[in-house]
């Protein structure tokens, strides 16, 4: 679980009225991120545009990971062809 600092954590109502300068502290830097809170619940967090790309960098090439797992996964699998299969399932490809 993620931890906040008091000062990341912002209400939705603070940060309606001072939208500006919340902006303006992360375009600058001297806060990483925003916590939203609604009803002392956090709802959102708001990023960086360069800490956001960063994460949605990470986030595809964890994908692009898991797909070559699976596709190495698959390579040793045993396969058949479309043939066999709707042999298999009394399908006449012909008949299609």
Do not use: C, W
Request: aromatic residues 4%; charged residues 35%.
């Amino acid at each position: 679980m993620v931890t906040y600092s008091r000062d990341e954590i912002i209400s939705a109502s603070d940060m309606a009225r001072g939208f500006s300068a919340a902006l303006r502290n992360l375009a600058e830097h001297s806060k990483e991120r925003l916590a939203i809170s609604r009803n002392n619940k956090l709802e959102a967090v708001v990023l960086p545009i360069e800490t956001y790309e960063r994460l949605q960098e990470a986030y595809d090439l964890l994908e692009h990971l898991e797909i070559a797992r699976l596709i190495d996964e698959r390579k040793e699998s045993k396969t058949i062809s479309l043939e066999e299969a709707a042999r298999g399932h009394g399908i006449d490809l012909d008949a299609l």
